[in-house]
T-cell receptor
Framework: AQTVTQSQPEMSVQEAETVTLSCTYD???????LFWYKQPPSRQMILVIR??????QNATENRFSVNFQKAAKSFSLKISDSQLGDAAMYFC??????FGGGTRLMVKP | GAGVSQSPSNKVTEKGKDVELRCDPI?????LYWYRQSLGQGLEFLIY????????KSGLPSDRFSAERTGGSVSTLTIQRTQQEDSAVYLC?????????????FGPGTRLTVL
C-alpha cells in the first residue's frame, strides 16, 4: 500500500522569506503523479502544484516549486516570497488517493 | 454553478441516526470522489465514481457507508446508524476523467457531528 508522510506538523515563515515543506512517499509503481494542495480555513482544497513522476524537471507555478527526488521518493514544496495569504494547511498527495497528514504553515508579518 | 457544491454544509445528528450527504459536481466531470477528513488529519479516500459506477469502493470504512450516483451527476453518501467516530468533514471532488492523476476540484465539504 502507498503511504505519504509529512514530517512537519507545523512550520512558520517570515513574510517575504522562503520556506520548504517536506513530503516523502512509498510506492512500487514507476509512473504516477504527485500533488500539493492548500487548504485555508474555509476548508476549500486548492491545487498548488502537480508533478508527473516520469518528468525529471521539477514543476513550478509562480512562487511555488517542487524538489522531486524520485529515487529518494521525496517531493518537497518550496514557497518563495511568502505572503500572508499563503497561511494554510498544505497536503501532499500521491495520485489523489493517498494524502499526508498535512503541514500547517504560519506566515508572520 | 461553476464549482463543486455540497449540502448541507453542517449536519448535527444523534448517534444511531442515518444521514445523507449530497455532492453536485462540476458539469461535464465524469469522475466523482468522496473523502473523509477527521479533525486535524489528512484526507482519507472513501470511494470514487466513473459515471454512475463505482469501480473502487475499497476506502469505505464499514458496511454502514454507501454511496450512489445517478445520471452521471449528483452523488449521495449515506451513513447508516451513525457513530461518534463518524464525526468528520466529508469532502467531495470531481474531475474530467476517472484517472487518479487528474486535477480534482473540491467542494467546501460537509461537517458532520454525531452526538
Amino acid at each position: 500500500a502507498q503511504t505519504v508522510t509529512q514530517s512537519q506538523p507545523e512550520m512558520s515563515v517570515q513574510e517575504a522569506e522562503t520556506v520548504t515543506l517536506s513530503c516523502t512517499y512509498d510506492t512500487s509503481e514507476s509512473d504516477y503523479y504527485l500533488f500539493w494542495y492548500k487548504q485555508p480555513p474555509s476548508r476549500q482544497m486548492i491545487l498548488v502544484i502537480r508533478q508527473e513522476a516520469y518528468k525529471q524537471q521539477n514543476a513550478t507555478e509562480n512562487r511555488f516549486s517542487v524538489n522531486f527526488q524520485k529515487a529518494a521518493k521525496s517531493f518537497s514544496l518550496k514557497i518563495s516570497d511568502s505572503q500572508l495569504g499563503d497561511a494554510a494547511m498544505y497536503f501532499c498527495a500521491y495520485r489523489m488517493l493517498t494524502f499526508g497528514g498535512g503541514t500547517r504553515l504560519m506566515v508572520k508579518p | 454553478g461553476a464549482g463543486v457544491s455540497q449540502s448541507p454544509s453542517n449536519k448535527v445528528t444523534e448517534k444511531g441516526k442515518d444521514v445523507e450527504l449530497r455532492c453536485d459536481p462540476i458539469s461535464g466531470h465524469t469522475a466523482l470522489y468522496w473523502y473523509r477528513q477527521s479533525l486535524g488529519q489528512g484526507l482519507e479516500f472513501l470511494i470514487y465514481f466513473q459515471g454512475n459506477s463505482a469501480p473502487d469502493k475499497s476506502g469505505l470504512p464499514s458496511d454502514r457507508f454507501s454511496a450512489e450516483r445517478t445520471g452521471g451527476s449528483v452523488s449521495t453518501l449515506t451513513i447508516q446508524r451513525t457513530q461518534q467516530e463518524d464525526s468528520a468533514v466529508y469532502l467531495c471532488a470531481s474531475s474530467w476523467t476517472g484517472l487518479a492523476d487528474n486535477e480534482q476540484f473540491f467542494g467546501p465539504g460537509t461537517r458532520l457531528t454525531v452526538l
